[in-house]
T-cell receptor
């Protein structure tokens, strides 16, 4: 399977600051990347879908100006949480798909906003 | 709206017991149903089911899909403490490649 990394794996930031999370694939060309968040004891909720070189499509209720997604290449997507607040504290996971049925999850990033 | 519902939400059993986890769905453009195990980090893949009635098996775990009744079950026999985890069911949407997750079943195996 592909090697997918997320950086950072864990971050604590102060309320009002912005945090950038990277999802990187070492050996898989991800034509589509999905960003999920998972609150404690809850399931994964899809936030947005991005295709390489295009603007992301956001799910209902997810603010596109707050969660900036950039899918600049087939191996890198970034999620920036702008002006983070404590309620944004969550586990953020990327999922990658390509042209076949293969799909991979990143290991996740735990964000804590104080 | 696409919906995936799992039951029970939580289950506590003794080591050695057999458990059955349920997943029902209501989605447009169904492609496949997937089961994942999640411990502390990202989900790990267990099964992908596309055809009805064909059981998939991996060791003590097995799963089957019923596309007429729109549900799937995941069975774990001779459970071990290492099976304790959250089990997630997800439906893959045709075309969009979107995965819609159920709420998960938190399984606890006591020694």
């Amino acid at each position: 399977g592909a090697v997918v990394s997320q950086h950072p794996s864990w971050v604590i930031c102060k309320s009002g600051t912005s945090v950038k999370i990277e999802c990187r694939s070492l050996d898989f060309q991800a034509t589509t990347m999905f960003w999920y968040r998972q609150f404690p004891k809850q399931s994964l909720m899809l936030m947005a879908t991005s295709n390489e070189g295009s603007k992301a499509t956001y799910e209902q209720g997810v603010e596109k100006d707050k969660f900036l997604i950039n899918h600049a290449s087939l191996t890198l997507s970034t999620l920036t949480v702008t002006s983070a607040h404590p309620e944004d504290s969550s586990f953020y996971i990327c999922r990658l798909t390509g042209t076949s049925d293969e799909q991979y999850f990143g290991p996740g990033t735990r964000l804590t906003v104080t | 709206e696409d919906k995936v519902v799992q039951s029970p939400l939580s289950l506590v059993v003794h080591e050695g017991d057999t458990v059955t986890l349920n997943c029902s769905y209501e989605v447009t453009n169904f492609r496949s149903l997937l089961w994942y195990k999640q411990e502390k980090k990202a989900p790990t893949f267990l099964f992908m089911l596309t055809s009805s009635g064909i059981e998939k098996k991996s060791g003590r775990l097995s799963s089957i899909l019923d596309k007429k009744e729109l549900f799937s079950i995941l069975n774990i026999t001779a459970t071990q403490t290492g099976d304790s985890a959250v089990y997630l069911c997800a439906v893959l949407i045709q075309g969009a490649q979107k995965l819609v997750f159920g709420q998960g079943t938190r399984l606890t195996i006591n020694p």
